[in-house]
């Protein structure tokens, strides 16, 4: 399906479910004039547990959804789908696509002096060797130790990412990494952002971390750019968030993700 693209066309992002809004967050602030739609597939969160071929599946839906908005292109702030959803998204849908993977390695490639690069995520985002097969794939040296932090999405959304408890869990995970010189830790995890003081406290002061909604907002601006299809709007964009399903906690937890209140949240079926 082939749809005309035009600079007034919102920008459709999607999770499995609140963590893409760290993503959207970073969006807004590198694209202010342009409008967004987001979609968390709330009825099928964690993807992190998931098998390839149900996150594809879910996948598949969501971009039959937003093909209804015209959309112009689509950012997949998922890691997990992003790591087995996106080339398969790439070959069925003509419509320009960013996953959160290929902007991150990029960037860390361009910035480590060390050569060894960290990456964490969650388990299968982590065993499906995504991030390592990237860099592989860019003709890439550096040595890359990924890790995953399977406890940090509960701890984030109980609220908890600046406690006591969360710092003895980072310390654990992150122990192979303080030990290994890294100097770039890519934060493989739409929710990891919010734990990202955390993190950063239990590392060497030299390590830099590297936000996923910050390298795709880049890629996204510049691909906007180049492609004349940037919003002409000079008074700021709209924000519409769709879930397939509506948990008790969305409004609250999303707020939190997001920086600032979720309004203008409605309930719909993928199926
Ligand atoms: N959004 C997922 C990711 O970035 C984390 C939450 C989940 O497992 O669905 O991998």
């Known amino acids: 399906m082939i749809i005309k693209q035009t600079p007034n066309s919102p920008i459709g992002v999607f999770d499995s479910g609140l963590g893409g809004l760290t993503v959207l967050k970073?969006?807004?602030?590198?694209?202010?004039?342009?409008?967004?739609?987001?979609l968390g597939d709330?009825?099928?969160?964690?993807?992190?547990?998931?098998s390839a071929e149900m996150v594809i599946l879910y996948s598949d839906l969501i971009m039959n959804f937003f093909l209804k908005y015209e959309i112009k292109a689509v950012v997949i702030a998922c890691n997990r789908a992003s790591a087995v959803a996106f080339q398969h998204l790439k070959k069925i849908y003509d419509i320009?696509?960013?996953d959160v993977i290929t902007p991150s390695v990029e960037y860390s490639m361009k910035i480590t002096k060390t050569q060894k690069i960290g990456v964490i995520g969650t388990y299968s985002t982590i065993q499906s060797n995504a991030y390592k097969h990237m860099?592989?794939?860019?003709?890439?040296?550096?040595?890359?130790?990924?890790i995953s932090c399977p406890l940090f999405v509960p701890i984030i959304e109980e609220g908890w990412?600046?406690?006591s408890i969360a710092r003895e869990i980072a310390?654990?995970?992150?122990?192979?990494?303080?030990?290994k010189n890294i100097d770039t830790l890519i934060l493989g995890c739409t929710h990891y952002p919010i734990m990202a003081n955390i993190i950063q406290s239990v590392l060497p002061v030299h390590v830099q971390l590297i936000f996923s909604g910050e390298t795709v907002g880049q890629k996204l601006y510049h691909y906007l750019n180049e492609h004349k299809l940037v919003s002409t709007s000079t008074s700021g964009g709209y924000v519409k968030f769709y879930v397939s399903d509506f948990p008790q906690k969305f409004i609250e937890l999303g707020g939190r993700f997001f920086g600032r209140k979720l309004i203008d949240v409605t309930h719909i079926s993928l199926l």
Do not use: H, W
């Not at 970073?26 to 987001?38: R, V």
């Open 26 to 38: 970073s969006l807004e602030k590198i694209l202010p004039n342009e409008s967004f739609i987001y």
């Open 171 to 179: 310390c654990i995970y992150l122990q192979e990494l303080q030990e």
């Open 96 to 98: 320009p696509l960013f």
């Open 135 to 146: 860099f592989r794939d860019m003709g890439d040296v550096c040595s890359v130790l990924e």
């Open 161 to 163: 990412a600046d406690t």
């Open 42 to 50: 709330t009825a099928n969160v964690p993807y992190g547990t998931k």
